[in-house]
């Protein structure tokens, strides 16, 4: 009988045990993290989708109105409205974004229309496919009810045509913490999405597209482990399929700031050192964990969590 009773008595304990963890955890009224990071000097931009977070939005929604601050202004030369024209003087936008379902839409070399993010939104959301280009994007957005505008500011036409005279083709390493805006955020069902956006190399080649509306390239989220947004030489990224790489990495166990100084460091391996150009990552892990990196020194990111926003200077690799 003595043997029994404590067997009971043991079987009891730990039920009891089990039962006031689960009440605990109860009576803590947790809240999952929310969070909010995105490339470069975007303070409003990701202020604006913490705010969201915090209120109980969705993710992707919260990524989409985030990065719009930026398309919409005009002192960023790499993003939206006053965006860098190509060779020929027409400003192009490219956009992606993904969702924590794993679906995902994405635009490509757009005229006209400043809120491609949104519109690469809706590509997911209401049509059968994946990917638009060009006038077929631009006639969806107008179908859509998007305004037609001259995205080429005078300021931007006054730089294309100070270019011109020399037409000295490079890729600029930083420029006055303004590139491709991503973002990601993880909202308070733990649910990970993310947006990519930006009007590509200053002057590049009429036509020529980037990392930043290549799901895997620019941007990839898996739910179930975490996300990452990629910043800079778009093909360097491409030719590394970087973003993915990051997810993966983190897959394997690596926490995303040792994911991003992988995927880095195997792009500088596929290169010499007199070829200067940057790259740069960053990545959120479904735990809400953060992690950044870049090739050449000056890349930063902004980070939103616990109601505060804050610029982070990323390690470098040089």
């Known amino acids: 009988m003595k043997r029994r009773n404590f067997i009971f008595d043991i079987f009891s304990v730990g039920i009891v045990s089990a039962m006031s963890t689960k009440l605990r955890a109860v009576n803590l009224n947790f809240t999952p993290m929310v969070r909010s990071i995105s490339t470069w000097k975007t303070t409003e931009a990701n202020q604006k989708a913490g705010q969201m977070l915090d209120k109980g939005e969705h993710a992707l929604d919260a990524a989409v109105a985030g990065v719009a601050i930026e398309e919409e202004n005009p002192k960023n030369t790499t993003v939206g409205y006053g965006g860098a024209p190509d060779r020929t003087g027409k400003v192009t936008l490219d956009a992606c ?16 229309i400043v809120n ?5 939104k809706d590509v997911m959301e209401k049509t059968p496919h994946v990917m638009l280009s060009g006038k077929g994007a631009e006639e969806f957005a107008i179908s859509q009810g998007y305004k ?3 995205l080429l500011t005078d300021q931007s036409k006054k730089e294309w045509e100070e270019w011109l005279k020399d037409q000295d083709y490079r890729p600029i390493i ?3 913490n303004h590139d491709t805006i991503g973002m990601l955020c993880i909202d308070k069902n733990n649910n990970l999405s993310g947006a990519c956006t930006t009007s590509g190399l200053a002057y590049k080649m009429k036509g020529r597209v980037g990392d930043s509306p290549i799901i895997g390239s620019g941007l990839f989220i898996d739910n179930k482990i975490g996300g990452a947004v990629a910043t800079g030489l ?7 399929v970087g973003s993915f790489l990051v997810v993966e990495l ?8 040792e994911a991003c100084e992988k995927a880095v460091k195997r ?3 596929n290169n010499s050192q007199e070829n200067k150009f940057q790259v740069a990552y960053i990545a959120m892990n479904k735990k809400g964990e ?4 870049s090739i050449e020194p000056g890349f930063t990111y902004m980070d939103y969590v616990n109601g505060k926003n804050k610029e982070v200077f990323s390690k470098s690799e040089l």
Do not use: F, W
């Open 97 to 112: 974004v993904m969702n924590h379902l794993g679906d995902c839409g994405s635009v490509v070399a757009v005229e006209n």
């Open 116 to 120: 491609v993010a949104r519109l690469a």
């Open 148 to 150: 037609k505008t001259d």
């Open 174 to 176: 930083n420029i006055e």
């Open 234 to 240: 778009g093909e360097e990224v491409v030719k590394t």
């Open 250 to 257: 983190m897959r394997q166990g690596l926490s995303p700031q």
């Open 267 to 269: 792009i500088v391996s």
């Open 290 to 293: 953060v992690g950044s990196y």
